[in-house]
Structure formats: structure tokens, C-alpha cells
């Protein structure tokens, strides 16, 4: 997560989780924490809307803009 203090945003940019743990609740667990580490910011979800991993996102309320997700 990168945030930017001057706008009061932050970006995830990448999130992994290895293959073999994908569906154990990690990524969940990861997301979960790094909204709560940067609330009362903007958080944007830089990557594809066709990533294997939007289920995911939009279960933390993250909404399809163009290529990127952002948290609305």
C-alpha cells in the first residue's frame, strides 16, 4: 500500500498470496487490514478489473472504475 499524506489517499498496488495458500482467507486478512490501517483515506485498488481476484475486492466495497478499482 503506498499511501500519499498530501491528498489523503492511499493505492494497493500489488497484493499476492502464493498459489498453493490462495482460498485460506489471506488475501481477505490482507485487504481487511490495510483498510483499516488507512481509514478515514481515499484507497484506490490499482489493477484490472479482469484479475482473478475482483470477487475479492468487491466483497471490501471496491466498484469497477475504468482499469482500476476504487473503494466508494
Sequence with gaps: MVPDVKYNEAYIS???VHPEWRGA???TFMV???IQT?????V?????????????YQKFGFKPERIYFGLL
Design 25 to 27: 482467507g489471506i488475501g
Design 14 to 16: 500489488f497484493l499476492f
Design 44 to 56: 484506490t485498488l490499482r489493477h484490472s478489473p479482469t484479475n482473478s481476484a475482483m470477487l475479492l
Design 32 to 34: 481487511y487490514h490495510l
Design 38 to 42: 488507512c481509514m478515514g483515506k481515499d
